[in-house]
T-cell receptor
Framework: DAGVIQSPRHEVTEMGQEVTLRCKPISGHDYLFWYRQTMMRGLELLIY????????DSGMPEDRFSAKMPNASFSTLKIQPSEPRDSAVYFCASSKGQGATEAFFGQGTRLTVV | GNSVTQMEGPVTLSEEAFLTINCTYT??????LFWYVQYPGEGLQLLLK?????DKGSNKGFEATYRKETTSFHLEKGSVQVSDSAVYFCALTPTGRRALTFGSGTRLQVQP
């Protein structure tokens, strides 16, 4: 298996533009997570899905952020409009089943908003 | 709420030295505890885990024991290598939840 695949790996955009980050989870995994990593705040959970349904979006910073999972093999995180403070590394992770199972992380998307 | 506290880094050691990275947690119930490792430019990888009190997780020479009485899950390795240089994250999942709550991470630098 290729693991969790995120695209793009790097994104540089101007303030005010729309940004879409993409994630393909590991086949057969029923949980998908979006995390954000910054120097100031560390790793924060933004949202997670179970069987394509959002379960907890309390970490989404504000209405500018939205996430979707239209099917079991694809998810997007959209920021519109983007701001410089959104600059961070965004990770997608997936896991399978109940209990304390391992979450597999993608390599992340480094977003820079100028 | 749930939280994880790790020792500040960076931790700089010589090769073959003994490693301890402290981790304490706050959570209700009986969380599961994890150590993840992040190598430069990569995502996080699970290093080890423990799901109940007194469990010991181990992998690649690293160990950590779930101590409920001290709410701790300290990471140890008897002899570090240069290739162990990375950022180490302690994390938990509360009872009945799936999302991880991470500590701030501890950077380990091992010098030859």
């Amino acid at each position: 298996d290729a693991g969790v695949i995120q695209s793009p790996r790097h994104e540089v955009t101007e303030m005010g533009q729309e940004v879409t980050l993409r994630c393909k989870p590991i086949s057969g995994h029923d949980y998908l997570f979006w995390y954000r990593q910054t120097m100031m705040r560390g790793l924060e959970l933004l949202i997670y899905f179970n069987n394509n349904v959002p379960i907890d979006d309390s970490g989404m910073p504000e209405d500018r952020f939205s996430a979707k999972m239209p099917n079991a093999s694809f998810s997007t995180l959209k920021i519109q409009p983007s701001e410089p403070r959104d600059s961070a590394v965004y990770f997608c992770a997936s896991s399978k089943g109940q209990g304390a199972t391992e979450a597999f992380f993608g390599q992340g998307t480094r977003l820079t908003v100028v | 709420g749930n939280s994880v506290t790790q020792m500040e880094g960076p931790v700089t050691l010589s090769e073959e030295a003994f490693l301890t990275i402290n981790c304490t947690y706050t959570a209700t119930g009986y969380p599961s505890l994890f150590w993840y490792v992040q190598y430069p430019g990569e995502g996080l990888q699970l290093l080890l885990k423990a799901t109940k009190a007194d469990d010991k997780g181990s992998n690649k020479g690293f160990e950590a024991t779930y101590r409920k009485e001290t709410t701790s899950f300290h990471l140890e390795k008897g002899s570090v290598q240069v290739s162990d240089s990375a950022v180490y994250f302690c994390a938990l999942t509360p009872t009945g939840r799936r999302a991880l709550t991470f500590g701030s991470g501890t950077r380990l630098q091992v010098q030859p």
